[in-house]
């Protein structure tokens, strides 16, 4: 079956292999696994001899196999509205969100020798970005040709045309430039400031070329342009860069000092906190990742913007609900995402961003500081939004990658890991490796100029799940499982806030409305009327112990209070309270022991709690009926 898109007033025909695996695909595979089954089996019922050879030629099969597969990198294509996207608007070409390897971008399509055109009025300052993938065919005859990109700037008022190109290989080197760049991304910019206030037309083409003659090719798109934007060459005084680092599974380390009497050097992350804003009671609005950056991105608590099943990837966000990359690439910001998360692809995350990398979960190629450092070395130009979520911290602590540090270990903390699924010590030495890792972050900001004028944050999703509280099925909102770090380094090192912030908070929903007020940009309608409650720390937790189960906690200054409740009806949400906890909140330190229950002895407090709990339930029922149903 053949889906239709338009370009440049041309009709073409994209196959099923842009919207998934192609049969081709799928047959060549199966080709090869029966051929390597057939051979394999006579192998059993030949001699030593015979067995020694079809042993070489399955190894030849599988050689020959993986270079072709090499070849065929199949992307994904998702058809997006023009409307709803601020990138350069190119006559008759639709935008499509591409998936070229791990990365996403919001791309156009182009048949070979086609040329894109755009009509724009240059601003001051003005530098256009695009960024240029070949997507892979089948189609034998692009392979060792050259694929020559072109860019021409048409002045409309005087006819002039500028023409600038570059080539690159489909396969093979180009005089030690460019090696297989097929199946990725390239980005580059081009200066536009001696345009400045002129109407102009700027096309975008590429062609194939071998041995000087240009290569005849299908009628299927090869080219994506992804992300064509225009940017201004200088860049903000006041916040040029939000940086949001989120740790996988990171316990606030000043919590762990207090309760182990340890001391976890961070010196990276002091730094941040000394210049900037240290919550010393922050709280994530979930006891998982699905859920807490869920939060980051909407600002709403996971009651409400539902994403926290793993095992239903059916559920889509709210189409109503716009995430923070949204609002910001609305604002002017580039955006950009780096994960080592594909569990939470399904949910569509990457709506809004400008590129989102999803690494596969535990990976040889997790996301590192050398790879955000080289990410903002790209967006030397216009406002930079970067989220990063650094997987460093989540069980099994030891990986064997190539960007896992440290590579070698203590043999005492090794002894010590042997005997249990997570130990502590391991886990506090590897938060001083992720610490290294800001580090080379902000090493690189000062070194660039590009720290003064960053806005940069620090979490984690989640807090640890260290014994003895490893199993969380039964009770998940304990406090090392949602006390987390909150950082804030404010742009210009002028502080909206004060130094220490010891109100409870919950870190997940207030992301969004403090990066945005920093910006003076405008919270969205809806979440003005979002439920909040002052003072307090908020968490939910709607799939421990199981799917009908919902646990909210709720810490003040005094107490932490947790309520228990089975889900009776799903349509109108009705709960049954099936009991309560409270727990004291140490007044020297901040620490709550969830091991020692006093609801029994403290009645009056657990009804004032309770109510405070239903309010929040009620709000949240409310707020869904009006702004998201």
């Known amino acids: 079956m053949m889906n239709h ?60 196999h993986n270079w072709i597969f090499s070849l065929i990198k199949v992307p994904e294509l998702k058809k997006i509205n023009k409307n709803t996207i601020n990138y350069v608007q190119f006559k008759n070409s639709n935008y499509y969100n591409i998936k070229v390897r791990h ?107 071998k041995n000087g003659k240009t290569i005849s090719s299908s009628k299927i798109p090869s080219i994506a342009w992804g992300t064509p934007k225009l940017v201004q060459t200088e860049r903000s005084d006041s916040c040029s860069n939000i940086i949001l680092l989120s740790f996988e599974s990171m316990a606030d380390t000043m919590v762990l000092n207090k309760n182990d009497s340890v001391r976890i050097e961070t010196p990276a992350l002091d730094e941040l906190a000394n210049l900037g804003t240290r919550f010393t009671r922050a709280y994530s609005s979930n006891e998982t990742t699905l859920g807490s950056i869920g939060s980051f991105f909407t600002g709403l608590f996971p009651s409400l913007h539902g994403m926290v099943d793993y095992d239903d990837n059916s559920y889509r966000l709210n189409g109503k609900i716009k995430t923070l990359a949204e609002i910001l690439r609305d604002n002017g910001f580039s955006t950009h995402a780096v994960t080592e998360l594909n569990r939470m692809e399904p949910w569509r995350w990457s709506r809004g961003f400008d590129s989102y990398l999803n690494v596969p979960y535990r990976s040889d190629n997790e996301p590192d500081s050398g790879y955000i450092n080289r990410l903002l070395d790209g967006q030397k130009y216009g406002k930079c939004f970067l989220f990063a979520h650094l997987d460093w911290l989540h069980a099994p602590i030891i990986r064997f990658n190539h960007t896992r540090v440290p590579r070698s270990y203590n043999i005492d903390l090794l002894e010590e890991a042997s005997k249990d699924k997570v130990t502590r010590n391991l886990y506090y030495e590897q938060i001083k490796y992720l610490d290294n890792q800001v580090g ?20 984690g999703d989640h807090g640890s799940d260290l014994p003895p509280w490893g199993n969380h099925n039964a009770y998940a909102l304990y406090d090392q499982r949602t006390r987390v770090p ?100 140490n007044a020297a330190n901040g620490v709550v022991d969830d091991k020692i229950n006093i609801a029994d002895d403290h009645f009056d407090i657990v009804k004032q709690m309770r109510a405070k709990c239903s309010k929040f339930i009620g709000q949240n029922k409310s707020f869904k009926k009006y702004h998201l149903i």
């Open 5 to 64: 898109s338009t370009v440049n007033n041309t009709t073409i025909k994209l196959p099923s292999s842009y919207f998934g695996v192609s049969r081709k695909y799928l047959y060549l595979k199966l080709y090869f696994f029966v051929l390597t089954f057939i051979i394999h089996r006579l192998g059993y019922t030949t001699n030593k001899k015979t067995s020694f050879l079809v042993k070489k030629i399955i190894n030849f099969i599988f050689c020959i």
């Open 103 to 209: 990365e996403s971008r919001p791309s156009i399509l182009a048949l070979p020798s086609e040329e894109i055109v755009a009509e724009i009025v240059i601003n001051e300052n003005a530098v256009f970005k695009v960024g240029v993938s070949l997507l892979q065919t089948l189609d034998y005859r692009l392979l060792k040709t050259d694929c020559i990109i072109t860019t021409k700037v048409n002045v409309l008022e005087s006819n002039q045309t500028l023409s600038k190109s570059f080539r690159f290989p489909v396969r093979g080197n180009n005089k030690n430039i460019f090696y297989n760049l097929n199946g990725c991304w390239i980005d580059y910019w081009y200066d536009l400031s001696k345009f400045e206030g002129k109407r102009i037309h700027i096309s975008l083409s590429a062609k194939f070329e």
């Open 440 to 459: 080379e972050i902000t090493a690189y900001l000062k070194r660039t100029n590009q720290f003064k004028n960053s806005m940069i944050i620090i979490t």
């Open 486 to 585: 909150f950082i804030i380094k404010w742009p210009d090192n002028k502080n909206r806030l004060p130094k220490i912030v010891e109100t409870p908070t919950t870190v997940s929903t207030e992301i969004l409305p403090l990066i945005l007020s920093t910006n003076n940009i405008p919270l969205p309608d809806y979440l003005k009327s979002a439920p909040i409650i002052k003072d307090h720390a908020v968490s939910e937790s709607l799939t421990f112990p199981g799917k009908k189960d919902y646990v909210v906690s709720m810490v003040s200054d005094k107490y932490k209070y947790v309520l228990f409740a089975k889900i009776t009806n799903s349509m109108n949400e009705s709960i049954e309270i099936i009991k309560e906890k409270l727990f004291m909140v």
